[in-house]
Every structure is written in structure tokens, then in C-alpha cells.
């Protein structure tokens, strides 16, 4: 019996409790072991996503479901964690279904709405038979997600609220948000539309994608504006990559027996703990799990 949780409960507390879950994205088992510790360090509730991209890289859904849940018991891992396919395509959600993932996140934004609505409503109810977390989303969130590169898009808050209507248990709706780097002329995300869905979906937790490099300040206000689930992936990939170039660009590999790939991935791993630690208190959920 797997540890995984859907991530309803959480995110209803957070709603309630005016902070935000951290969606992490992971990589790789060096990257999963670093958010989960963390995450039993800080008493806090976690959500790990998985891109298609990165699911294919781990050779497949079953095997990250395998390997996420033997970490959840070998590490004792006592804190609420789902497991959530991120931005997946229909296809891609029936197989984290079969895999054993306990979330999901149908990104019908590029389709036509009908389209997205009706997929969304097959899967709400598939979900549903199933106890598993849904995520929907409306209206593109711009940047680059596994080669598909968008702009800073807003959502229809009228299309935001029939989907919430559906009853996903939790929806991403754009307001200026986008995924990777932020250009400099980047003018903020945009609070009035936040605050217009937020009018049309009554009490679904939002969610925040592209949460790399938003102001903590603009972050914290979307929490307390009803966004409860916040994203993170390419911050922690910036600093994986930097401490592991400053490792060998300072010679450690050609020390002792510095060459050793489990010394050349720990300053990286030390590094997204640091980088998810302080997500976490931005986020306000340490010590909520
Ligand atoms: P960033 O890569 O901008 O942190 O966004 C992550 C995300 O939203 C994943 O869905």
C-alpha cells in the first residue's frame, strides 16, 4: 500500500489556512530524495510533479511511481505527499491513472474549450471513482514547459468558472504567469483578473504555475487572494546547475575520489533543499503537515 495522497486535503487546508502547497517538480531519484527530506525536515505537505518529459527521462510513469513510493517508505516520509503528473495530454493522464500516480493535471488550455470541457468532465468523474487530486487548467500560462513555448496569458474567468463548476479539485487559470526565466520587461501577474476568477470559482483552490522568479512579495499576495498551490521547477534546476558546474570548475572532481557521482550530485542536491526551504517559508507551509 503506497503512502502517496491525493492532494485534495491539502490544498483545502491551505485554502482555508491562507498558505500555499509547494508543487516541486522532480528529475531524477537524487532530486526526489532531496524535495522528500525536506519536506519531512519542515513538517511541510509537498507535491511532487512529473512533466511527460521528465517522466519519459525516468523511463516511464510506472517506474517514478515505483520508485516515489519505495522512497516514501524507505525514508519514512511522514508528511502528505502526492504524486501529480504536470500539464499532462489525456493520454498521458489515463497512464498516470494506470501507473498509480494520486494526481493529475489534464492541461486541455490548448484545445478548444469545448474540448477541454468535455475532457475534463470525463476525467473529474474518473478521478473522482478513483480518490485522486485533478487539476484543470484555462487560458495558456506563457514561457517554455518541454519545448512548448507560449506568452503571458490571461484566462477568461467565465471559461475559469464553468470548469471549476465541474468540480476538479483544483485549477490553473493564467494571470500573466509564465513558465521558466522572466523577461526584464515582465509587468507582474495580473491580481485584478486573479481576483475575477477567483469571483467565478467559488472555493477551488487556484494554482500558480511559473512560480520561478515571481517576487515573494506578488507570490504572497496571489496565496492570500485564494491561490493555494504554487509551482516550482526551473529555479531548481538554475541552482542544481550552477553548484554542480562550481564543483568542477573548482577541480573537486579531480580530488580523492571526488569524481564519485554521488559527490558530484550532492552540492546540486544541497542546493535544491536550500532553494525548496526557502519556497517553503515564502509559501507559509512549514509546519502545517
Ligand atoms: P517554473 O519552471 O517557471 O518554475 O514553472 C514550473 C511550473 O509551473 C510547472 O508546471
Redesign the pocket.
Known amino acids: 500500500m503506497s503512502r502517496l495522497v491525493s492532494a485534495k486535503e491539502m490544498l483545502e487546508k491551505a485554502l482555508a489556512g491562507h498558505y500555499g502547497v509547494a508543487?516541486i517538480?522532480i528529475n531524477n531519484l537524487e532530486w526526489t530524495k532531496a524535495v522528500l527530506t525536506t519536506a519531512q525536515e519542515l513538517k511541510a505537505p509537498v507535491i511532487l510533479?512529473v512533466?511527460a518529459g521528465a517522466g519519459k527521462y525516468m523511463t516511464g510513469f510506472k517506474t517514478v511511481e515505483a520508485m516515489v513510493s519505495a522512497m516514501l517508505d524507505s525514508l519514512d516520509i511522514t508528511v502528505p505527499v502526492a504524486l501529480h503528473l504536470?500539464?499532462g495530454t489525456y493520454d498521458a493522464a489515463v497512464a498516470c491513472i494506470k501507473a498509480g500516480f494520486s494526481s493529475i493535471?489534464f492541461d486541455g488550455s490548448s484545445l478548444p474549450f469545448e474540448e477541454n470541457f468535455a475532457k475534463t468532465t470525463a476525467l473529474v468523474n474518473t478521478c473522482d471513482v478513483l480518490g485522486l487530486s485533478l487539476e484543470a487548467e484555462v487560458g495558456a500560462?506563457g514561457?517554455e514547459?518541454d519545448g512548448v513555448v507560449g506568452a503571458g496569458e490571461c484566462a477568461d474567468p467565465e471559461e475559469a468558472g464553468k470548469i471549476a463548476a465541474l468540480g476538479v479539485t483544483m485549477l490553473a487559470a493564467g494571470i500573466g504567469?509564465?513558465?521558466?526565466?522572466y523577461p526584464e520587461n515582465w509587468p507582474g501577474l495580473r491580481f485584478d483578473v486573479l481576483e475575477n476568477i477567483r469571483a467565478k470559482t467559488g472555493n477551488v483552490p487556484l494554482v500558480l504555475?511559473?512560480?520561478?522568479?515571481i517576487p515573494d512579495e506578488q507570490v504572497k499576495k496571489a496565496i492570500s487572494m485564494g491561490v493555494s498551490k504554487v509551482?516550482?521547477?526551473?529555479?531548481?534546476?538554475l541552482v542544481f546547475t550552477e553548484a554542480t558546474r562550481k564543483y568542477i570548475e573548482e577541480g573537486n572532481d579531480l580530488k580523492g575520489k571526488g569524481f564519485d557521482p554521488r559527490k558530484v550530485l550532492k552540492p546540486g542536491c544541497d542546493a535544491i533543499k536550500e532553494k525548496v526551504k526557502e519556497k517553503f517559508e515564502v509559501f507559509g507551509c512549514v509546519g502545517k503537515a
Do not use: P, R, W
Open positions: 508543487q517538480n510533479g512533466s504536470d500539464h493535471m500560462i514561457g514547459e504567469n509564465i513558465h521558466g526565466v504555475h511559473g512560480g520561478t522568479g509551482n516550482v521547477n526551473t529555479e531548481c534546476q
